[in-house]
T-cell receptor
Framework: EAGVAQSPRYKIIEKRQSVAFWCNPISGHATLYWYQQILGQGPKLLIQFQNNGVVDDSQLPKDRFSAERLKGVDSTLKIQPAKLEDSAVYLC?????????????FGPGTRLTVL | KNEVEQSPQNLTAQEGEFITINCSYSVGISALHWLQQHPGGGIVSLFMLSSGKKKHGRLIATINIQEKHSSLHITASHPRDSAVYICAAYSNTGNQFYFGTGTSLTVIP
């Protein structure tokens, strides 16, 4: 079974530039999560999708971050414009359904460095 | 105060030692996950449990719902166990995960 795919794996940009990350969840998984993990910290949920609808985006900095999941499959996360404090690993995860007894499967992450 | 606290933050062990990582949480949960994160960022789910104990190879996870505490044990530790271990509690209200900051484990040959 193919896992969660993410691209790119690494990205270096200058502050005020824009960047986009892509995630392809495991086939059939209805729920997709985007996390931000700053070095030395645990992952922080940015946004959760159930199919193509947003379940939780309470911690998404909406002035600069946006995410979409068209057709309920792939998802993109965009930062525009980037700030230095956005340097982090951005993790995508998926699960069969967004209920408690479903395991999350994580992608390899995208390491973003903002200079 | 974080909803999920892990201890220790850093742990160095000799190969073969028995290792315990602790997780305490303050929210009501439906389930608790133990995750393993290797250098480079990839995360693997080790266990998902809501009661009792689970075992997989040399790894054992236990949870005490009344005490809001979980432990991850590694028996006969090996250098390849070196990773960050993260505890994540799934809240039973709001369908939200609360993550600990992780325990960085280094096993020395």
């Amino acid at each position: 079974e193919a896992g969660v795919a993410q691209s790119p794996r690494y990205k270096i940009i200058e502050k005020r530039q824009s960047v986009a990350f892509w995630c392809n969840p495991i086939s059939g998984h209805a729920t997709l999560y985007w996390y931000q993990q700053i070095l030395g910290q645990g992952p922080k949920l940015l946004i959760q999708f159930q199919n193509n609808g947003v379940v939780d985006d309470s911690q998404l900095p909406k002035d600069r971050f946006s995410a979409e999941r068209l057709k309920g499959v792939d998802s993109t996360l965009k930062i525009q414009p980037a700030k230095l404090e956005d340097s982090a690993v951005y993790l995508c995860a998926s699960s069969l359904r967004g209920y408690s007894y479903n395991e999350q499967f994580f992608g390899p992450g995208t390491r973003l460095t903002v200079l | 105060k974080n909803e999920v606290e892990q201890s220790p933050q850093n742990l160095t062990a000799q190969e073969g030692e028995f290792i315990t990582i602790n997780c305490s949480y303050s929210v009501g949960i439906s389930a608790l996950h133990w995750l393993q994160q290797h250098p480079g960022g990839g995360i693997v789910s080790l266990f998902m449990l809501s009661s009792g104990k689970k075992k997989h190879g040399r790894l054992i996870a236990t949870i005490n719902i009344q005490e809001k505490h979980s432990s991850l044990h590694i028996t006969a530790s090996h250098p390849r166990d070196s990773a960050v271990y993260i505890c994540a509690a799934y809240s039973n209200t709001g369908n939200q995960f609360y993550f600990g900051t992780g325990t960085s484990l280094t096993v020395i040959p």
